[in-house]
């Protein structure tokens, strides 16, 4: 019987999700596999995180994809993109917290790519006058990362209802993004 990888990977994500310490052997239980067989087809947990992270990325470029960035104003499109990301949050909140991805010249070019696709809609909001212009594209974007990872880390804990996610993230990021309009 051929190992289901993209059910493995998912079991790993969603246990990893609610207990970032979890160990292979509670990764295989999850996954319904032996630790063995889990260690052939991830030689450690370094594996297994690299496999999520391109899984993670896969699922952010879909979720860029659905949003339609490119249409209607900036702060619209920032709302349709937290909302079609919500059901990789908790992913990508694991992720954020894994250092390893993020150091040195070992980071997946997939992410720098992702921060190209978000920062061109906060340019594109700053163009229009839309949003502010003293916060920088690459700010908002990690902002938005950061809001994310933390917005999913309260609907995990039960803090923050799954149906408010949308809202508290994007209404949070663009309330302080949203330039003001003086008042004649």
């Not at 051929?2 to 160990?23: F, G, I, M, Q, Y």
């Not at 949003?67 to 990301?85: F, K, T």
Request: proline share 3%.
């Amino acid at each position: 019987m051929a190992l289901d990888r993209e059910h493995v990977l998912r079991s790993a994500a969603a246990l990893l999700t609610r207990k970032s310490t979890a160990t292979m052997d509670e990764v295989a239980r999850a996954a319904g596999i032996s630790r063995a067989t889990l260690h052939r087809h991830f030689a450690g947990r370094d594996a297994l995180v690299r496999a999520l992270e391109a899984l993670g990325i896969a699922e952010c470029e879909a979720a860029l994809d659905r949003a339609r960035l490119d249409e209607g104003p900036a702060s619209e499109a920032v709302r349709r993109l937290v909302r079609e990301i919500q059901p990789a949050a908790g992913l990508l909140a694991f992720l954020y917290g894994e250092n390893q991805l993020w150091e040195g010249d070992r980071q997946n070019a997939g992410w720098p790519a992702l921060d190209t696709r978000i920062g061109a809609v906060f340019q594109r909001g700053q163009r229009d006058g839309e949003l502010r212009i003293d916060l920088t594209p690459a700010w908002l974007t990690e902002a938005l990362y950061g809001l994310i990872a933390s917005c999913a880390w309260a609907t995990l804990d039960g803090r923050v209802a799954s149906r408010d996610f949308p809202t508290m993230v994007a209404e949070l990021l663009l309330g302080g993004a949203l330039r003001q309009r003086e008042e004649s």
